[in-house]
């Protein structure tokens, strides 16, 4: 695919009040979530959780692309249809999550390296015939005693380049996704210190590998407070440490940035990434791409209700559209009730 193509997809998926859903937990993730829900886990109850939710009316008008798992891209909906097609239908672009998890960095238990790289091109184009436009990798590092090491960083930065060499060259926009987790007792200045380090890690990689920038998506975390620091970020603050950290790193070539939602108080995401939003004249397209943060409230209702689809379709909707309108830097907190 030509250069200009993938820059087209690029800003097709940060189109504006668009962000993309990712809905691509492994089989064993979703075999957790679906046991926890009480259901047992089998093919077909994975199949018919996406089929419900992927069959969602309107969901175009707020989502761009929609991130697959080897298992969804296959799949078809009672009736026959493709999920592919039936994502293309609402214009939606039909994306693929191509790397293989993640496994402990070699001497160092807490750390992880993630796989995927044997085989990729093979994999890429066969996803790529199937319909998809993108793909995404995932990169995790963790914050804690005497950790991230530069030995974790550097090879997941180097394997996120080369998934997105062999991404841009089979004619796929790679999503770069280095999430640096909020997990633990870090302070809000730590989230950035290593946010920082980790994307400028990342940003030489790219460009030492010869990665055109125009034709990427990063995905990266917003930097917050870690999930159990006793002194709590407000708002304002994550917005202006984040949009910081990222003017930092991000060059401006880099067409958009959609964040992940992380765990995080669905609401709050949604809060976060309006505040985030707000701010004027930023050289990138900024949005989400949320699994948690817009799958959430719809796995709590199939859980209770798994008969009751209209209802779980209707939780997705609210939050894509409440998402939507926060990448506007639009959404009122009072809104969560009116939808
Ligand atoms: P969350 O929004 O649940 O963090 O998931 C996004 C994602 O794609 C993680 O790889």
Known sequence: MAENDLESTAKELVAPGKGIWATDASTPTMDKRLTAAGITPTLETRTMFREVLISTPGLGEFISGVILYDETIRQRTSEGIGFVDLLQKQGIVPGIKVDKGTVELEGSPEEKVTEGLEGLSERLAEYKQMGAKFAKWRAVISIGDGIPSQRCIEPNAQRLASYAKFCQEQGLVPIVEPEVLM?????????????????????????????ALEGIILKPNMVLSGYKCQTQAGLEEVAQMTIRTLLKTVPKEVPGIVFLSGGQDVILATARLNEICKTKDLPWKVSFSFERGLEGPAMEIWKNEVENGKAVQSALYKRAKLN?????????????NEL
Do not use: C, P, R, W
């Not at 380090?197 to 010869?210: D, G």
């Open 324 to 336: 939507s309108l926060a990448s506007q830097g639009q959404y009122l907190e009072e809104m969560e």
């Open 183 to 211: 997990d633990g007792e870090h302070t809000i200045e730590k989230s950035e210190e290593i946010t920082t380090a980790v994307l400028l890690n990342v940003f030489a990689q790219l460009k030492e590998q010869k990665v």
